[in-house]
């Protein structure tokens, strides 16, 4: 690197990444002795992102992408969830407020059996404007309360936590920054959210998509569901071990085909052979947590 290298850094470029890691670090607050109820080694969160055609349509994708979306809608949903039910394991599903008007019948379904409705924006994007930004928000809580009949108290979403925390929301699932639930504090320190994190490891789009969110073809792969259980499951056992939390993303135009379905009962099935495994909805290991592992401020 010579000196009239253009490509060089900035002298402070190194201290700039520096303290954007302290600043992150401090925003995200472990809880401290973490602990689930007795006889609970771990909680396992099934969680469904159920946007159907929406984000397709929003990246303007080829048709052949499009109509992955509306199968997951009025086929791929259906299926998963009868897997579920059948299995009495309880899921969340991150819903955009559209979604109420597109397939207000599969949302009253998974309601009646027991199953979460979550935020997951109004047509799954955040804008910056703040007026529109809040507009979306009370939209979307709107819609999916009418549906479940009770408050949102859940998103995944990068909304502002004070607009979430003023509307009710406790919880967010949109972060990948620890293995364990913990608090994040917005921007200026404020406003502690929970937040339930999820891995991409534990993401299906990222085993069984391709040409997913315009990844070139050759970075993809559809894997076949044997080897992607193994993962799982090895991913499973080793926080069981450790009395560690996972968070499963599952996407109902991915993992509603047969095969996948399959698998994933399998894989509920084996959990359950082992004793203390939980699986509860995300407001459910949510209100456990925030009864019974407040957030408290380092000052007190």
Avoid at 88 to 99: H, M
Avoid at 121 to 147: C, F, G, N
Wanted: charged share 20%; proline share 7%.
């Amino acid at each position: 690197m010579t000196p009239n290298d253009t490509t060089a850094p900035a002298p402070d470029a190194f201290q700039g990444l520096v303290d954007t890691a302290r600043f992150q670090r401090a925003r995200r607050i472990p809880i401290a002795d973490f602990a689930y109820p007795e006889g609970v080694k771990i909680a396992v969160n099934f969680t469904l992102d159920f946007d159907a055609m929406l984000l397709r349509r929003l990246l303007n994708e080829p048709w052949g992408q499009k109509a992955k979306g509306e199968f997951g809608g009025r086929v791929g949903v259906w299926r998963i969830m009868e897997m579920f039910d059948a299995e009495d394991v309880k899921v969340t599903l991150f819903t955009p407020g559209r979604i109420c008007e597109l397939y207000p019948e599969v949302l009253h379904h998974v309601v009646a059996n027991g199953h979460e409705l979550a935020d997951h924006m109004w047509e799954h994007e955040v804008y910056d404007d703040p007026q529109i930004e809040d507009a979306h928000l009370t939209r979307t809580l709107a819609a999916l309360s009418k549906i479940s009949g009770k408050p949102v108290t859940g998103t995944r979403s990068s909304h502002t936590p004070g607009l979430l925390r003023s509307k009710g929301v406790v919880y967010n699932s949109f972060s990948s920054a620890d293995d364990l639930p913990f608090y994040e504090l917005d921007a200026q320190g404020e406003n502690p959210i929970l937040q339930l994190p999820f891995h991409y490891a534990l993401d299906d789009a990222m085993f069984f998509s391709f040409g997913w969110l315009d990844t070139p073809n050759q970075a993809q792969r559809v894997m076949d569901v044997d080897e992607v259980f193994e993962i799982w499951w090895d991913a499973f056992l080793q926080q069981y071990k450790a009395g560690g939390y996972v968070n499963f993303l599952l996407h109902p135009f991915v993992s509603g085909h047969a095969m996948r379905v399959d698998m994933l009962q399998r894989l509920i099935q084996r959990m359950k052979t082992l004793p203390g495994v939980w699986f509860p909805t995300c407001d459910a290991l949510a209100q456990h947590i925030l009864t019974q592992h407040p957030y408290t401020p380092a000052s007190e």
